[in-house]
């Protein structure tokens, strides 16, 4: 499992081309790639990494100068080196000016825990720190720049060796080779300003065509010809030139198909899964002492605390995709990053469905059926029963509801009078939150989960669910890559290990539409 998390620098150098702040704080919560996240104390070592934009790896900007632990222990604070590149050079700037002022870093995980819905981690690897534009802590500045000398220097020359060649005839000619482009270049530019400014508007005349003659006045048009102007106003027509239109490719991909949401899993308890094993057990009590009221004299109740083990089987959720090395070697970096995230993306639609089945098939059946989606009375019904049910047979409170996209739609239809009962907007005495621009909501006190694989026995399936009842057992995800020599192919793997332990089966309650 790979996780980024970002924090704000605290100083950059231009004039010595360096960065600093401190990468991560530890104990505190933050808002990461993984979700709620809090890194322990030591749970990241100081290591020398390459400086990334964004986090991408084909951007590398710099490389660590130094990194250590802080003073007070609470973080680790670094030095990056900036490259003299231009993207070197922005990223200087960019952090002077507050644009891009953030840190953040990506870790590979090795062991953590879960708490109120939070992952602990325990222990990680250090692969990247990049610069952001989006710091976890917005209140966290650039508090030290200082200006390059040498690029002031290099301006005030410019200037100079400018300023001559314009007014000073012999100096034109006893300028070095160096000199002749930057006179061209600041003249040229000036005629395609001028050029441009100018409104053009011809009618096409009957004239010769050729690719050759294009590109010969379209020359000229950028030089000020106005007659070679009207010639390509004339003729840039994409009807009868599409040979000599090109076709561009934006960097952004469409993916409609593809997301790493789960939310059946965010509806109940999570936990680590155990370092070995195919199958672990949980100790689980079977039979309770009594206590009841005794005459004097009389025995007291006697009934044996028993207990046996749980066994909870472990499953692997693997993905791959074999592709030629050339399409490696010969195509845009986006390909391999995209296939990542969209592996990423079926790994945690696998894992979600499995928790999804477990909690349907082990659920109590509501003896109430309704002939389509229920109303908001019959919903309150739902809802009673359910809490009813999963408390009877826990000991504990149903605190969540899973439904699919269907129920969720009916229950924003739900009204009072038109008056929706669960308003986005949340006015006083709402049943709850519901809306159109998240999964996420509340519904008569419980919280709401949208699952789109929730289908079970139709799609109007309710479950109702004690989260304690239920806990996905989870390991960090794996990357192999294999060359195939003999056929010039790479494959790529991606795969983890999870289980869900159904602790109580009577911990959920489902509802389906007949």
């Known amino acids: 499992m790979k996780i980024t998390m970002p924090i704000t620098i605290t ?60 003073e007070d222990g609470k973080g680790i604070d670094a030095t990056f080196k900036i490259a003299k590149t231009t993207a070197g050079n922005d990223a200087l700037e960019e952090a002077m000016s507050g644009l891009r002022d953030g840190f953040s870093v990506g870790v590979a995980v090795d062991s953590y825990d879960s ?77 395609q300003v001028q050029a441009a400014s100018r409104p053009v508007a011809y009618t096409k005349p009957r004239i010769e065509f050729t690719p050759t003659k294009y590109l010969e006045n379209s020359i000229r048009a950028a030089l000020g010809d106005d007659e070679a102007r009207q010639y390509v106003s004339a003729a840039a027509d994409t009807s009868d030139n599409a040979g000599l239109v090109p076709t561009r490719q934006l960097s952004t991909i469409i993916n409609g198909l593809s997301n790493t949401i789960r939310p059946s899993i965010d509806a109940i308890s999570r936990a680590a899964l155990p370092d070995a094993g195919m199958t672990f057990e949980i100790p689980k009590i079977t039979q309770v002492p009594t206590v009841a009221a005794t005459s004097e004299g009389s025995a007291p109740s006697e009934t044996d605390q028993n207990a046996s083990f749980l066994s909870v089987s472990v499953s692997k959720y693997a993905g791959q995709q074999t592709f030629s090395v050339e399409l490696l070697d010969r195509t845009s970096p986006a390909f391999f990053q995209e296939l990542m995230v969209t592996l990423a993306a079926a790994y945690a639609k696998a894992t979600n469905a499995a928790v999804n089945a477990a909690l349907i098939s082990g659920a109590t059946l509501d003896s109430t059926t309704v002939a389509t989606y229920p109303t908001a009375a019959e919903l309150l019904g739902i809802v009673a029963r359910g809490a009813s049910s999963v408390y009877s047979n826990t000991q504990g409170f149903a605190r969540n509801m899973v439904v699919s996209s269907g129920q969720w739609s009916n229950i924003m239809t739900l009204n009072d009078s038109g008056r929706p009962i669960y308003n986005a907007s949340n006015p006083m005495n709402a049943g709850g939150v519901v809306s159109p621009l998240s999964l996420r909501g509340n519904v008569a006190g419980l919280d709401l989960f949208v699952d789109f694989t929730n289908a079970g026995d139709g799609d109007g399936t309710i479950v109702i669910v004690n989260p304690d009842a239920y806990t996905w057992y989870e390991s960090p995800t794996y990357q192999i890559r294999t060359d195939l020599i003999s056929t010039g192919q790479v494959s790529i793997a991606m795969y983890g290990y999870g289980a869900i332990a159904t602790k109580i089966a009577a911990g959920a309650f489902k509802n389906n539409k007949a």
Do not use: W
């Open 11 to 70: 100083a950059a150098d231009s004039e010595s081309r360096t960065i600093s702040g401190r990468i991560v704080t530890f104990d505190e919560v933050a808002n990461t790639s993984a979700g709620r996240t809090i890194f322990a104390t030591g749970s990241i070592q100081p290591k020398n990494v390459k400086l990334n934009l964004e986090h991408d790896r084909t951007r590398p900007i710099g490389k660590t100068l130094g990194m250590s632990m802080s």
């Open 115 to 191: 708490k109120d819905g939070a992952m602990i981690v325990t222990g990680s690897e250090l692969i990247e720190v990049s610069l952001v534009t989006e710091p976890a802590v917005r209140s966290a500045r650039v508090t030290d720049v200082a200006a390059s000398e040498e690029k002031k220097d290099s301006e005030d020359q410019a200037s100079s060796d400018v300023t001559p060649s314009q007014s000073q005839g012999e100096q034109v000619e006893e300028n070095t080779v160096q000199e002749t482009p930057t006179v061209s270049e600041t003249v040229e530019a000036s005629l």
